[in-house]
């Protein structure tokens, strides 16, 4: 499946925008298009798969299946940002911080 230069460039565009929270952290974008059902017709034949990948980390992949390449490549890009999303939340949120029995006690409270 051949993609146009429009439709490159408005991808780099799109992952720029949904992923620029990540930019520190990753290291390689890639982009897969397929056309799975090839000289047919039909639904949703036309997948994007995206790749990210992050120094010092598992890279992460999403696919999405859709009627249009753009739509297969928006749903791909919407799910790449939350997974990511999911991903860095989890790894910036511990266990143990402040609560109730790390507070320091005051005398004279009644």
């Known amino acids: 499946m051949t993609v146009s230069d429009a439709m490159a460039e408005r991808i780099g565009d799109d992952l720029e925008s949904a992923l620029s929270r990540f930019s520190d952290e990753i290291t390689r974008i890639e982009v897969h298009f397929s056309d799975e059902n090839a000289g047919g017709s039909g639904g949703s034949d036309k997948r994007c798969m995206i790749e990210a990948r992050f120094a010092g980390a598992r890279p992460a992949a999403v696919t999405h299946h859709a009627a249009a390449a753009g739509e297969a490549c928006s749903g791909a890009v919407h799910r790449l940002k939350a997974l990511l999303g999911s991903r860095y939340e989890r790894s910036h949120s511990h266990k143990g911080g402040d609560s109730i ?4 006690v005051r005398e ?3």
Do not use: I, P, V, Y
């Open 101 to 104: 029995r790390h507070l320091e």
């Open 108 to 110: 004279g409270l009644s």
